[in-house]
């Protein structure tokens, strides 16, 4: 018997960060791959089965957990579980994922528990050290995880198969070679969404982005070609970027507005845009097919490609809501992340996109190592220009090393990172006043202090040059409940759902 699980969700309510777990797209994936090969399992969505559940995360404060308790979990874990399956694609999650682990290995000390993410992909070791989880599942996970079984259903050796860490029998750290990536990802089964309560995520808008109406995630391609020293992309991915076929794309899309009844879609995609002429192919696709859906790129895209032709089919296409990420307005803090990208190139990709009426933000980072007040300012006179160009959002985020990057690494070797990471927590907090500075002359006060600066000046700006636009938007969410930008969302988020959530959190006895 296998049991995947995926973790409960996280909520912040204080500060301007907004957490809005999503439908668990890779054990979907995962799931599929299983049946497609002969295997049944029990699904266990603690977030996605409980989303209107939410509680004080341990002693409690700002932080609360969105989905079940422990004991209902283990309630709803089969006794007879041989091999159990765990995600973390965010490392601040990692202690949720642990705890569910630690209480499952009580249950059934027999079973062999396996994890797999982003955060097990970039730091095996950590994930393995206390003996909880027996085995890492590193990259992605259809191949190795069913490899996995079959060793485990034969009693076989793991030494052999690519892509796992895990503790041999003196306790050693045993990383095998990484697993060749999938090459044809157009074969890859579509994500079982059946067994993950996908309705529940669907009716209560749980999709990364803004509110489209009825939406579930999708996913387009796989890795990222870049090299960013911030990101933990490569230890999951490499940095091979495999798009599907256009057409395969939206045989998905049509397949799950035809079951589900939806009219948009969220790219979890790490970066969507790379390939121009796949790009209008996919748009030519979706554009002939006359499927009437919407479509967003809420974790951003590459500008490189960027131009009229290109933006206007996007706009025909359905995409209504994506973001750049130039980073910073500094070319020497551009450098230093290796943010492969020109501000010239970057302003005519806002251009044509300008062209449309299709909303873009622009995803910011500040608090670097090598950041200083003077790169503040560039970064400042930026955000000014973005704002008369009439860009629709920026959000900026506090620095916050993430496990897997060049920076986290760093960092670690320097001292700056305790070995257990007790710092995994303050990833949570990179858009509020809590956290550290990493900065090597700025103070967490500052970087803060300069956060909201960016965004008075953005907002500030925006609303004197364009008042309209801020009063229509206003005017669409009040009048048909629609969100047509990131600030609308915020909006929702901050005024709306958050009084929700400590009132119910109120209700709630773990």
Same mark, same amino acid.
């Given at each position: 018997?296998?049991?995947?699980?995926?973790?409960?969700?996280?909520?912040?309510?204080?500060?301007i960060?907004?957490?809005?777990?999503?439908?668990?797209?890779?054990?979907?994936?995962?799931?599929?791959?299983?049946?497609?090969?002969g295997?049944?399992?029990?699904?266990?969505?603690?977030?996605?089965? =409980?989303?209107?559940?939410?509680?004080?995360?341990?002693?409690?404060?700002?932080?609360?957990?969105?989905?079940? *308790?422990?004991?209902?979990?283990?309630?709803?874990?089969?006794?007879? *579980?041989?091999?159990?399956?765990?995600?973390?694609?965010?490392?601040?999650c990692?202690? /949720?994922?642990?705890?569910?682990?630690?209480? =499952?290995?009580?249950?059934?000390?027999? +079973?062999?528990i +396996?994890?797999?993410?982003?955060?097990?992909?970039?730091?095996?070791?950590?994930?393995?050290?206390?003996?909880?989880?027996?085995?890492?599942?590193?990259?992605?996970?259809?191949? *190795?995880?069913?490899?996995?079984?079959?060793?485990?259903?034969?009693?076989?050796?793991?030494?052999a198969?690519?892509?796992?860490?895990?503790?041999?029998?003196?306790?050693?750290?045993?990383?095998?070679?990484?697993?060749?990536?999938?090459?044809?990802?157009?074969?890859?089964?579509?994500?079982?969404?059946?067994?993950?309560?996908?309705?529940?995520y669907?009716?209560?808008?749980?999709v990364?982005?803004?509110?489209?109406?009825?939406?579930?995630?999708?996913?387009?391609?796989?890795?990222?070609?870049?090299?960013?020293?911030?990101c933990?992309?490569?230890?999951?991915?490499?940095?091979?970027?495999?798009?599907?076929d256009?057409? =395969?794309?939206?045989?998905?899309?049509?397949?799950?507005?035809?079951?589900?009844?939806?009219?948009?879609f969220?790219?979890?995609?790490?970066?969507? !845009?790379i390939?121009?002429?796949?790009?209008?192919?996919?748009?030519?696709?979706l554009?002939?097919?006359?499927?009437?859906?919407?479509?967003?790129?809420?974790?951003? *895209?590459?500008?490189?490609?960027?131009?009229?032709? /290109?933006?206007?089919? /996007?706009?025909?296409?359905?995409?209504?809501?994506?973001?750049? +990420?130039?980073?910073?307005?500094?070319?020497? !803090?551009? #450098?230093?992340?290796?943010?492969? !990208?020109?501000?010239?190139?970057?302003?005519?990709?806002?251009?044509?996109?300008? #062209?449309?009426? $299709?909303?873009?933000?622009?995803?910011?980072?500040?608090?670097?190592?090598?950041?200083? #007040?003077?790169?503040?300012?560039?970064?400042?006179?930026?955000?000014?220009?973005?704002?008369? $160009?009439?860009?629709?959002?920026?959000?900026v985020?506090?620095?916050?090393?993430?496990?897997?990057?060049?920076?986290?690494?760093?960092?670690?070797?320097?001292?700056?990172?305790?070995?257990?990471?007790?710092?995994?927590?303050?990833?949570?907090?990179?858009?509020?006043?809590?956290?550290i500075?990493?900065?090597?002359?700025?103070?967490?006060?500052?970087?803060?202090?300069?956060?909201?600066?960016?965004?008075?000046?953005?907002?500030?700006i925006?609303?004197?040059?364009?008042?309209?636009?801020?009063?229509?938007?206003?005017?669409?969410?009040?009048?048909?409940?629609?969100?047509?930008?990131?600030? $609308?969302?915020?909006?929702?988020?901050?005024?709306?759902?958050?009084?929700?959530?400590?009132?119910? +959190?109120?209700?709630?006895?773990?």
């Amino acid at each position: 018997m296998i049991t995947l699980i995926n973790h409960q969700g996280l909520k912040l309510v204080k500060g301007i960060q907004i957490q809005t777990p999503a439908p668990p797209l890779g054990l979907a994936y995962i799931g599929a791959y299983l049946k497609h090969h002969g295997y049944a399992y029990t699904a266990i969505d603690a977030c996605g089965e =409980a989303l209107d559940q939410i509680y004080d995360y341990k002693a409690g404060g700002q932080l609360k957990i969105q989905g079940y *308790t422990l004991p209902q979990i283990l309630e709803r874990l089969p006794g007879n *579980t041989r091999i159990i399956g765990l995600t973390c694609s965010f490392s601040h999650c990692w202690p /949720l994922v642990e705890e569910i682990a630690s209480a =499952a290995r009580k249950k059934l000390p027999g +079973a062999v528990i +396996a994890a797999g993410g982003e955060h097990p992909s970039a730091m095996p070791e950590h994930v393995l050290k206390n003996r909880i989880i027996d085995v890492a599942v590193r990259g992605e996970g259809e191949e *190795t995880f069913l490899e996995l079984i079959r060793k485990i259903e034969n009693s076989q050796s793991w030494d052999a198969i690519d892509g796992i860490a895990f503790l041999n029998r003196e306790g050693q750290l045993v990383i095998n070679k990484p697993r060749e990536r999938i090459k044809d990802i157009n074969n890859i089964p579509c994500p079982d969404w059946d067994s993950w309560c996908i309705e529940k995520y669907i009716e209560h808008q749980q999709v990364s982005g803004i509110n489209l109406g009825r939406s579930m995630p999708i996913l387009g391609s796989r890795g990222c070609p870049y090299a960013c020293t911030f990101c933990s992309s490569e230890r999951m991915w490499t940095r091979r970027y495999i798009m599907r076929d256009g057409k =395969a794309i939206v045989d998905e899309m049509e397949q799950m507005k035809n079951k589900y009844n939806v009219t948009g879609f969220s790219f979890f995609d790490s970066t969507f !845009i790379i390939n121009r002429s796949k790009m209008l192919g996919f748009c030519k696709e979706l554009i002939n097919r006359k499927l009437d859906v919407s479509y967003q790129l809420p974790a951003g *895209t590459r500008c490189e490609v960027f131009d009229d032709e /290109l933006a206007l089919n /996007l706009e025909k296409s359905g995409l209504k809501n994506f973001s750049f +990420a130039p980073e910073s307005g500094s070319d020497l !803090i551009r #450098k230093a992340v290796n943010k492969q !990208i020109g501000l010239d190139t970057f302003f005519n990709a806002v251009k044509a996109v300008k #062209k449309t009426k $299709m909303t873009v933000g622009c995803f910011i980072v500040i608090g670097f190592p090598e950041d200083n #007040k003077h790169t503040l300012r560039q970064t400042l006179s930026l955000v000014r220009k973005l704002a008369l $160009m009439g860009l629709d959002d920026v959000t900026v985020s506090k620095f916050t090393p993430y496990p897997g990057s060049v920076y986290f690494d760093a960092l670690l070797e320097k001292g700056y990172i305790s070995e257990q990471l007790n710092e995994l927590q303050n990833i949570i907090h990179f858009y509020s006043s809590g956290g550290i500075s990493y900065s090597r002359s700025l103070t967490d006060k500052q970087i803060y202090r300069w956060m909201n600066w960016l965004y008075i000046n953005f907002y500030v700006i925006s609303f004197i040059v364009r008042p309209w636009k801020f009063i229509n938007n206003f005017r669409e969410y009040f009048s048909k409940g629609v969100e047509r930008t990131r600030y $609308m969302r915020f909006f929702s988020e901050i005024f709306v759902n958050r009084k929700k959530w400590k009132k119910k +959190a109120s209700k709630v006895v773990t």
